[in-house]
């Protein structure tokens, strides 16, 4: 969470509702807190922008995000199992 001004990942948790979590992320982050900056990160909002979990749960996660109108997915996986799981489940 870098340059204050103009910052595409705060500006996104902003817009989630996590403005008052963004700024305590940054702060850390700009004061080479990175360890604590990541830490400060919730759970709720790496839950909201991320499929992760088991099997189930990510195919629950899915049908929820399909009902919302998400059209495109990035999928991105150094396990190959869970490329073929994402792959299972999208297509």
Known sequence: MG????NFYNDLA???GYEAE???I????LDGKKREA???VPDSLVDEIAL?????????RLD??????VGTLIV??????AIRVMAELCL
């Open 3 to 6: 340059a204050r001004g103009k």
């Open 14 to 16: 902003c817009r989630y």
């Open 22 to 24: 963004a700024k305590e």
């Open 26 to 29: 940054q702060d850390l982050y």
């Open 38 to 40: 990541a830490a400060a």
């Open 52 to 60: 992760i979990g088991p099997k189930e749960r990510i195919a629950d």
């Open 64 to 69: 929820a995000w399909r009902e919302s109108g």
């Open 76 to 81: 991105g996986s150094a396990q190959i199992e």
